[in-house]
């Protein structure tokens, strides 16, 4: 069974001209699946990069990390912010189940930026 299979339900997305929620047909035909252990996100005014890697670094304390790029995910700030919502959401849920994940950070990670686009 394909995950386009077990996820055959209806997403609600934004209202149509007669005001009923569109169906979402979730298509799976060309998906690829990729591990990444390592992210970032950048953005700009009209878009959010989301870059997905493989850490390299088996030994902790190394001086310099290689992370091989294997996606960079381009999104708008508004799809960025669902997804966001939906991330969180899906993290609560994880943590209620299983228990806290502990990352190792105290404060929230610095946010990089990309300049405007001129």
């Known amino acids: ?3 386009g299979e077990e996820k055959k339900g209806v997403e609600k997305g934004t209202t ?8 979402v047909v979730w298509n799976d035909a060309q998906m690829k699946s990729t ?7 950048v953005a700009g005014r009209e878009e959010v990069l989301v870059l997905l890697g493989m ?7 190394q001086d310099k990390v290689t992370v091989d790029l294997v996606e960079r995910v381009v999104m708008s700030p508004f ?5 966001a919502l939906m ?3 899906t993290l609560k849920a994880y943590e209620a ?14 946010v990089a930026a990309v300049p405007p686009k001129k």
């Not at 591990?35 to 996100?41: D, F, I, L, P």
């Open 1 to 3: 069974m394909s995950i």
């Open 16 to 23: 149509t001209a007669r005001g009923a929620q569109p169906e």
């Open 35 to 41: 591990y990444a252990n390592a992210t970032n996100v």
């Open 55 to 61: 850490n390299q670094a088996w030994q902790m304390g």
């Open 79 to 83: 799809t960025a912010k669902r997804l």
């Open 87 to 89: 991330l969180t959401g």
């Open 97 to 110: 189940k299983y228990g806290k994940i502990d990352i190792g950070l105290t404060a929230a990670a610095p």
